[in-house]
């Protein structure tokens, strides 16, 4: 039945375009760390923090991951959208604040500077290097928690957990491959467009579960998601029209 | 007595604050509207059974939520 594709293609291309933007903005910010700290104190203790983190995070999904199937698909689409729509709104709120100038645009170079700050004060860098090494750890442990619960909830709701997880690991190996590649120039990622679109994506994820767990039925089912998402790109754009100051004039400076 | 506590309890303590975060940080106003937004949304269609009017309530909720703290934002920082 055409109609019946139709809705399930724009479901999945909700989940998929959410969760791959957000473990791509996610991974960045933590490859931003990671290459601050191998930079600054040498990669041996960095990568080693890398791996550790990476594993943390594969116990707390074996942990968590089948644990959560066993919850009542209403409460816990319900704990999910109200968790995604919190969620979504902050992102959501920086992006048009970083649109209007109200906030740092490019994150990463601020991050890269604050955490070689950080690193050059401790002082000399021994052969195991402790710092290097929890400094990697927490980056990338509190980085891929975010993408952990991104993926958890949004793949455990849709019952698209295996689809999600191939998504985000995807989106991980992606960017660190090309984060590698280009090394310190991460804050070239257009960071802030991707943060408002993932920001529009988790709103509208976040709305469509919150009616599901509370019985609301949406006309036209999952296809409700692409409305959704229309609905808050337009009342973005209008937002980001009417903070961003008029006075002062535009200058574009070509890359 | 010690005062350093337990690693169970600092991991606990540690979990607490990620979420705490991770939920309400800077933006207390979000996580009030949203907890808001579900009890008017669950009165009107779970109790009330008025489907319609959730279907459209719901998202025009989440729009004034969210423009309403953009716009504390920005007047918080053009006072500044």
Redesign the interface.
Known sequence: MPFLATTVSSGVLVLVGAVFLASAVEMVEALTIVVAVGHTRGWRSALQGVGVALVALAALVAAFGPALVHVPLSALRLIVGGVLLIFGMQWLRKAVLRSAGLKAKHDEDEIYRETVAELEAAGTTPARDRIAFVMAFKGVFLEGLEVVITVLTLGTSAHRLGLATVVAAVAVVLVGGVGIAVSRQLSAVPENAMKMTVGILLVSYGTFWTGEGLSVKWPGNDTFLVACVAIYAVVTWALVVLVKPKARPSVEVAA | MSTKSSWPLRALKGFGM?WWD??V?D?PE??V???V??VI??LV??VGHH?SL??WL??IL??V???T???R??SK?RKK
Do not use: C, H, K
């Open positions: 990620f991770f939920l940080g933006t979000l996580f509207a949203a907890v937004t579900i949304i669950d269609s779970r489907n959730a279907v719901l998202p989440a729009v939520s969210f423009s703290s953009v716009w934002a920005v920082a």
